[in-house]
């Protein structure tokens, strides 16, 4: 079974070879590819990405010139995608690549539908980060899990796996204008088996966050606008 990677980028090219090396040396006998779905960074990220793809005949690269936004990204690198098993990753190497193999195991072959990387299970962790930066991210996962009825603990990772036709199958129904496409994922595919797998998140290892007040803003708006399409339904029965 082979797994597509999908890493969305702006502005990551000091990354990509590190990337590409560490997520090598976890998948050792995988069949895997990477797709760095870049929006046409000024840093020329996407002309990075293709460097190191000339070498190395896993990497693909779309560099996206239109509609840019992280979930757009995401969709169309899932799309694009040619392994039966799709994965999200930041570039930025927070997203411990270790876990990988866990994850595949999950859907692969224990037909979990969402394998979630986790930083709020036993044994999972926010790592270097400050009491500033854990009590928003707190406030932001318990509004998630309230409003949506989510039972996972972290419903915000930006870390998660699963088949790509399943994927597809809900693909239609996606806005994507958030900055958090597991929520909407997890929205519309309900009801779902995830199973959350322990990791330590990491300091970004090269350039800046694109975490701004707008994309905070953008997500507040994603909740609310997933919360009405909730609407009178009942809570969306998830399996965990
Ligand atoms: N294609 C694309 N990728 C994006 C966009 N915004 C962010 N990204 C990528 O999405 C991933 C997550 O963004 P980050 O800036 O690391 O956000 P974060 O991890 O919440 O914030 P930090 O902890 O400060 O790094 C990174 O790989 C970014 O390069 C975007 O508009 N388009
Ligand atoms: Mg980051």
């Known amino acids: ?4 990677l999908i890493t969305p980028t702006c502005n990551e090219a000091e990354n990509i070879s590190r990337l590409v090396e560490e997520v090598g040396r976890c998948l050792a006998g995988v069949d895997y590819e990477i797709i760095i779905a870049d929006d046409n960074s000024p840093d020329d990220t996407w002309r990075e990405a293709e460097r190191v793809a000339q070498g190395n005949p896993r990497i693909r690269v779309l560099r996206r010139t239109a509609d840019p936004g992280l979930t757009r990204s995401v969709i169309d690198g899932f799309t694009m995608a040619s392994g039966d098993i799709v994965a999200c ?56 899990q309230l409003m949506l009825g989510v039972k996972i603990r972290d419903p915000l990772s930006g870390y998660f ?49 694109k975490l701004t007040r707008r994309v905070v803003l953008a997500y507040l708006i994603q909740l609310w606008q997933l919360w009405r399409a909730q609407g009178a339904q009942p809570r969306r029965g998830e399996r965990t």
């Open 1 to 4: 079974m082979k797994l597509s």
């Open 89 to 144: 990753m930041d570039a930025d190497l927070q997203h411990d690549p270790v876990i990988l193999p866990q994850m595949l195991q999950a859907v692969a072959d224990r037909g979990v539908d969402i394998a979630i990387g986790s930083r709020y299970v036993k044994g999972g962790s926010t790592g270097t980060w400050k009491f500033v930066r854990r009590v928003p991210s707190w406030a932001a996962t318990k509004l998630a």
């Open 161 to 209: 796996m699963l088949r790509r036709d399943r994927f597809m199958r809900i693909r239609e129904r996606l806005k994507g204008s958030g900055f958090k496409i597991l929520l909407e994922i997890v929205a519309n595919a309900a009801p779902c088996t995830m199973e959350e797998i322990p990791y330590t998140f990491r300091p970004r290892l090269a350039g800046r966050s």
